[in-house]
């Protein structure tokens, strides 16, 4: 395609409920990053894939959080009996891999409301 | 940890002039760091990115400064327009490698008045 694209744009669950978030990024791209938007915050950083692979896990909020990505493209993000806290934009970037220190591109976000 | 301190939630600005965004950040240098812009409803759009041993950047209107003794990037958008009122947001890439992602500031909004 001919950028990232995230879906669903919106979310709105009630607490307690699973979601899971999915990232479409640019093809070819072999970096993959998760990062949450809160309100008044800046974007904080939860996860990076190389490949299909997460060498490093520790920034997910907690471990209802989990991430996969499977052929090397699309990721999804799932979170598991969500929390009011949990309500964010959750936003995929992709780049090239082997590019150091490269532009990120971002998709959209999804919005997650959590009631 | 990394902080990062970007001059002012909101900056108005005259059409026009320039406008100059700070970003400070503590700790150690990146290896690089980037520029990025987000428009309400939108994910980042990636600006410019300048290097710890670069000084200075420019890209048409856009001219990025960067000094590891002082710890301060600054952010210059000169002959302002109304179209580039936006949020600026400063990234650190840290390691260059990509794997720690982009440490973010919370951003400048920027409001260029006609």
């Known amino acids: 395609g001919a950028g990232v694209s995230q879906s669903p744009s919106n979310k709105v669950t009630e607490k307690g409920k699973d979601v899971e978030l999915r990232c479409d990024p640019i093809?070819?791209?072999?970096?993959l990053y998760w990062y949450r938007q809160s309100l008044g915050q800046g974007l904080e950083f939860l996860i990076y894939f190389q490949g299909n692979s997460a060498p490093d896990k520790s920034g997910l909020p907690s471990d209802r959080f989990s991430a996969e990505r499977t052929g090397g493209s699309v990721s999804t993000l799932t979170i598991q009996r969500t929390q009011q806290e949990d309500s964010a934009v959750y936003l995929c970037?992709?780049?090239?891999?082997?590019?150091?220190?490269?532009?990120?591109?971002f998709g959209p976000g999804t919005r997650l409301t959590v009631l | 940890s990394q902080k990062i301190e970007q001059n002012s939630e909101a900056l108005n600005i005259q059409e026009g002039k320039t406008a100059t965004l700070t970003c400070n950040y503590t700790n150690y240098s990146p290896a690089y760091l980037q520029w990025y812009r987000q428009d309400p409803g939108r994910g980042p759009v990636f600006l410019l990115l300048i290097r710890e041993n670069e000084k200075e950047k420019r890209k048409e209107r856009l001219k990025v400064t960067f000094d590891t003794t002082l710890k301060q990037s600054l952010f210059h958008i000169t002959a302002s327009q109304p179209a580039d009122s936006a949020t600026y947001l400063c990234a650190l890439d840290i390691s260059g490698g990509g794997a720690d992602g982009l440490t973010f500031g919370k951003g400048t909004h920027l409001i260029i008045q006609p």
């Open positions: 970037a992709s780049r090239p891999l082997g590019l150091a220190g490269y532009e990120q591109f």
């Open positions: 093809s070819g791209h072999t970096a």
